[in-house]
């Protein structure tokens, strides 16, 4: 049996791995130099530099099985989150997330005004709705059974139903940003509900979330074909054939489409209508992402986060400092900053030169508040067209319905990628590569 993989992100690396280890004659192929696609990191003067990705959860267990089978589990560490909010000039810091932090710095709670009082009240029935139907769902296992029924419900419809307008703008856009770069209109209440049980707890790999696609690919490497793009995957009389790609045809039994939705539809313009029309609702987030290495810390103490609000009127988000994730992310007092654009202004920074971007998402964010009085260590620029899967409304029952009644209808092809699933994340998309390889491994004789 020939097994043909297309894109080398996690769900195309996971799935190549458990195929290779059951012995099957898999190649995977990838267009860009490089493995990992959005969960990909490498290092720069000292800086470890997340393309993407850069947390796990206490129960992504597809992520965390690697890490104990690459011998990396000790490097998995709980994160106590400290976050902060603008408000009118300032920033109001929050407790750590973590019990004993938050006994230590609880004054800051007593403190705190980043958010109108009015929008908190909001926020806690917010909470309360989506906690009440979290736990009834099961994260770990992607069953979306429990959340059927909201998959069409936006973010911003299900808290104006049960909140407010304030708790839209000071809280629920802005979390929404933060976690996917889209806006509360155009995401699933399903993915950030879905978010919660997941990310239980907040955990990170010392050495970046990058330590898992590096281990995974090392581990196949004789099997991965890097800056060999694929035009297209040959589907005859509702079976794949094969991939053509820079190199010529491969023909396969087997296929796993590991790329983007969009992606998808691109290389396989001749799919039935019942597989088709589900991609065709997945929608991405695009974004600019500047990395910057700073001299000093970004923000202030130990805060990773701080959300900007929509009556900031900025382009950014927010402001990242993971410089205090661990000691190997950066070197001592320095600052690693991750500021992504965001909203309508985010496009005119697609296309232009990056010392361009560079100089004016610096100067965003030192408007924002952030310390970006010397010149950066390291400035790179990482432009994502689709960035994170937003779980649109409608995408989660679609895809839902398609993988039920439709995935067969292409005899040897397999979808992979974290838009399979409710939770729409790295361990979604290394949980579908795994689960394709099991389906394929199940039709083995």
């Not at 000790?74 to 929050?94: N, Q, S």
């Not at 609880?106 to 909001?122: M, S, T, V």
């Not at 691109?266 to 609702?281: T, V």
């Not at 654009?341 to 610096?362: K, S």
Request: charged share 20%; net charge neutral; glycine share 10%.
């Amino acid at each position: 049996m020939k097994v043909a993989v297309v894109g080398a992100g996690a769900a195309g690396l996971a799935a190549t791995h458990t195929l290779r280890k059951a012995g099957v004659d898999v190649t995977l192929f990838e267009s860009t130099p490089y493995a990992g696609g959005r969960t990909r990191c490498y290092t720069k003067e000292g800086f470890i530099l997340d393309v993407g990705a850069q947390f796990t959860g206490a129960v992504c267990n597809t992520q965390l099985g690697y890490a104990r089978e690459f011998g990396f589990i000790d490097e998995v560490v709980k994160f106590p989150m400290e976050a902060g909010f603008w408000r009118d000039g300032k920033i109001y810091a929050l407790p750590p997330s973590n019990l004993r932090g938050f006994i230590r710095h609880f004054d800051r709670l007593l403190k705190f005004r980043g958010i109108p009082l009015k929008a908190n009240l909001q926020m806690a029935k917010v909470f309360f709705q989506m906690f009440r139907r979290m736990i009834n769902i099961d994260a770990s296992t992607m069953n979306p059974d429990g959340l059927i029924d909201l998959g069409d419900t936006s973010v911003a419809e299900f808290t104006l139903k049960h909140g407010g307008k304030e708790a839209l703008e000071w809280g629920m856009r802005p979390a929404t940003g933060a976690m996917t770069i889209g806006e509360a209109e155009d995401v699933a209440i399903t993915h950030l509900i879905a978010l919660m049980g997941l990310y239980k707890g907040i955990y990170l790999m010392k050495r970046g979330m990058g330590s898992i696609v590096e281990a995974l690919y090392q581990a196949n490497k004789d099997h991965i074909k890097l800056s060999t793009p694929v035009k297209e995957i040959v589907i005859e009389n509702g079976q794949v054939k094969g991939v053509a790609s820079s190199e010529g045809f491969m023909p396969a039994d087997h296929v796993v489409c590991a790329t983007t939705a969009s992606m998808a539809l691109k290389l396989m313009p001749n799919l039935p209508n019942s597989i088709g029309r589900a991609l065709a609702k997945v929608r991405y987030s695009s974004t600019v992402h500047v990395m910057v290495g700073m001299p000093e810390r970004i923000l202030p103490g130990n805060m990773y986060a701080m959300t900007i609000p929509s009556e900031a009127k900025s382009f950014l988000i927010a402001l990242n400092d993971g410089s205090g994730k661990s000691e190997q992310m950066a070197p001592p007092g320095t600052g690693l900053g991750h500021l992504c654009t965001f909203g309508t202004r985010a496009p005119e920074l697609m296309d232009m030169p990056d010392d361009e971007v560079v100089d004016r998402v610096i100067k965003e964010a030192a408007r924002m508040g952030g310390n970006f009085r010397t010149k950066p260590i390291v400035a790179d620029v990482i432009r994502w067209k689709e960035a994170i899967c937003l779980e649109a409304p409608g995408q989660f029952p679609a895809m839902y319905c398609m993988r039920r009644t439709a995935k067969d209808d292409v005899k040897g092809l397999h979808l992979a990628g974290e838009y399979n699933y409710l939770v729409s994340c790295v361990e979604g998309a290394m949980r579908s590569g795994v689960d394709a390889s099991e389906e394929i491994l199940a039709q083995r004789s």
